[in-house]
């Protein structure tokens, strides 16, 4: 019996494992890209560079 | 229904990753002295003031763009500048655009209160910005706008408002 509820509930705890993980790893990305951006040279123009190429396209 | 769900929760997620690098990269320019390219920077602190007679603004042609800060808002920006019959004008496209209207937001600041600084090749000058929307003047400005970027600006589009031209004058006037 205990077995079958076992087998029952394991997808679901996969389930948010996977959901878990997701967030962790967009909250480790965000983090990232914040200290990436502020202290390592270059990344900055490069966020900038690519943003004027997309408001460009977008405004006309 | 809960597939498209987490399917929008994930691109959303994943979406925030750019946005978060563009209103970082964003921020940071606003405390730099001065912009850099599409990003407002701070106020234009370095560089020698200006004093004396208006120079021949004719060393703009070999200038493709110049710093221009308002003091209200004291935020700084890049942007094309042109002189004409000895005259100094800056500008600005898109305004006829929603994305436009929201991108530069300078322009209506401008005409709001337009008093402005301008750091040219490391010297600061202190302006007063005038808008210019019609008049035969527009035929001259247009003409040396597009003479020296490769820009479409044409006096229609300035008397219809999808680009907002600005006469760069002395602060006096």
Known sequence: ??????????????????????????????????????????VDEFIEQTFQRYLGRAAR | MQVVTRVLVVVLCLLLIPVTAVVTAAMKQRFADGPNRVFSGGPLVSGALH????????????????????????????????????KLYVWSGYMGTTVGRLWKRWPVDAERDGRAILRIDG???????????????????????????????????????????????????
């Not at chain 2, 820009?151 to 760069?168: H, L, N, P, Q, Y």
Request: no cysteine; charged share 25%.
């Open chain 2, 123 to 173: 010297t600061r000058y202190e302006r007063q910005l005038v808008r210019i929307s019609s008049g035969n003047i527009l035929d001259g400005i247009t003409s040396a706008i597009t003479s020296k970027y490769p820009s479409r600006t044409t006096r229609a589009a300035v008397e219809a408002g999808d680009v907002w031209v600005f006469e760069v004058a002395p602060r006096s006037r």
């Open chain 1, 1 to 42: 019996m205990s077995g079958s509820s076992k087998s029952h509930h394991a997808p679901d705890d996969n389930r948010r494992k996977t959901v878990t993980h997701f967030y962790k790893f967009i909250a480790i990305a965000l983090v990232t890209t914040v200290l990436a951006v502020l202290f390592i040279p270059g």
């Open chain 2, 51 to 86: 004093a004396g007679p208006d120079p021949d603004w004719a060393f703009l042609d070999e200038i493709a763009t110049i710093e221009l800060q308002l003091l209200d808002p004291p935020r700084s920006r890049r942007i094309w500048a042109t002189d004409h019959a000895g």
